[in-house]
């Protein structure tokens, strides 16, 4: 019975993987089929895409310039959660720095990336606008996250500190933040994939040489449209295989927690 119930899961977990793939790959193919010969330069067939990926995907310059974007956004995604938690943790207690920070982390989300991504191209170095951009996307998920669920355990908690004569902080570090580390982990996932497309974005209006934002758009001028979603592949596969270990490790901390 044992053995049967984890068959299936297998079974399971292989056709939640290769139907969608078999899915939208062969539309893919048939959609690259029907369109008229001009129109087959823009949207080049998927096993002519998977052929230039193989190409030039494992190539040195190619891995270098993948591994420099992954590093810049892992960078700006890092100091986003720090930065995020920090503020989270300042607004909560004190409601003067609320009042100051609040406004522009509201801001900060309201803006269009690409704003960003041309007014900060101003005052940054492109080498280090990607991290930038990631940081920005990053700060206020983060500082949304930390202080909503910190404002939403506050009042029962507060009177039961009170009550028992607990201190504040004592119940932040001991009681709060084990409580809200579930949201908060949650969070840092969906700030993942917004730092990495938004680095990626600024790297391709903003064309750092050694980037997979140059690649894309290199090709892009040269009408190699293979090469764009060869790249773009490049990009999806390291923001998934990103997305998996950061959920996996936050599971850890969530398992020795409990």
Same mark, same amino acid.
């Given at each position: 019975?044992?053995?049967?119930?984890?068959?299936?899961?297998?079974?399971?977990?292989?056709?939640?993987?290769?139907?969608?793939?078999?899915?939208?790959?062969?539309?893919?193919?048939?959609?690259?089929?029907?369109?008229?010969?001009?129109?087959?330069?823009?949207?080049?067939?998927?096993?002519?895409?998977?052929?230039?990926?193989?190409?030039?995907?494992?190539?040195?310059?190619?891995?270098?310039?993948?591994?420099?974007?992954?590093?810049?956004?892992?960078?700006?995604?890092?100091?986003?959660?720090?930065?995020?938690?920090?503020?989270?943790?300042?607004?909560?207690?004190?409601?003067?720095?609320?009042? /100051?920070?609040?406004?522009?982390?509201?801001?900060?989300?309201?803006?269009?990336?690409?704003?960003? /991504?041309?007014?900060?191209?101003?005052?940054?170095?492109?080498?280090?606008?990607?991290?930038?951009?990631?940081?920005?996307?990053?700060?206020?998920?983060?500082?949304?996250?930390?202080?909503?669920?910190?404002?939403?355990?506050?009042?029962?908690?507060?009177?039961?500190?009170?009550?028992?004569?607990?201190?504040?902080?004592?119940?932040?570090?001991?009681?709060? &933040?084990?409580?809200?580390?579930?949201?908060?982990?949650?969070?840092?996932?969906?700030? &993942?994939?917004?730092?990495?497309?938004?680095?990626?974005?600024?790297?391709?209006?903003?064309?750092?040489?050694?980037? &997979?934002?140059?690649?894309?758009?290199?090709?892009?001028?040269?009408?190699?449209?293979?090469?764009?979603?060869?790249?773009?592949?490049?990009?999806?596969?390291?923001?998934?295989? /990103?997305?998996?270990?950061?959920?996996?490790?936050?599971?850890? /901390?969530?398992?020795?927690?409990?």
């Amino acid at each position: 019975m044992k053995n049967r119930l984890t068959e299936n899961k297998i079974v399971d977990r292989i056709l939640k993987i290769a139907l969608p793939l078999i899915f939208w790959i062969g539309l893919w193919e048939v959609l690259s089929l029907l369109v008229s010969d001009r129109l087959k330069l823009f949207l080049p067939g998927p096993f002519q895409v998977f052929a230039k990926w193989f190409t030039v995907g494992f190539t040195p310059t190619y891995l270098e310039m993948a591994g420099i974007t992954l590093l810049r956004i892992l960078v700006g995604f890092l100091l986003g959660i720090l930065v995020g938690f920090l503020l989270g943790l300042l607004t909560h207690g004190l409601k003067i720095v609320d009042y /100051i920070f609040a406004p522009a982390m509201k801001v900060i989300r309201a803006v269009p990336v690409v704003s960003f /991504i041309i007014i900060a191209f101003l005052f940054v170095d492109v080498n280090n606008l990607p991290i930038v951009i990631s940081f920005l996307m990053v700060v206020p998920l983060i500082w949304q996250s930390v202080h909503d669920s910190l404002a939403n355990t506050s009042k029962e908690l507060d009177a039961v500190s009170r009550l028992y004569n607990v201190g504040k902080m004592k119940t932040l570090v001991q009681v709060k &933040l084990p409580q809200i580390l579930p949201e908060f982990f949650s969070s840092c996932v969906s700030a &993942l994939g917004y730092a990495w497309k938004a680095g990626v974005a600024a790297e391709v209006l903003c064309t750092p040489a050694k980037s &997979l934002g140059h690649i894309i758009y290199s090709a892009k001028a040269a009408l190699n449209f293979d090469e764009v979603y060869a790249a773009t592949l490049t990009v999806v596969l390291f923001s998934i295989i /990103i997305e998996v270990l950061l959920k996996y490790i936050c599971g850890r /901390i969530l398992k020795k927690a409990s």
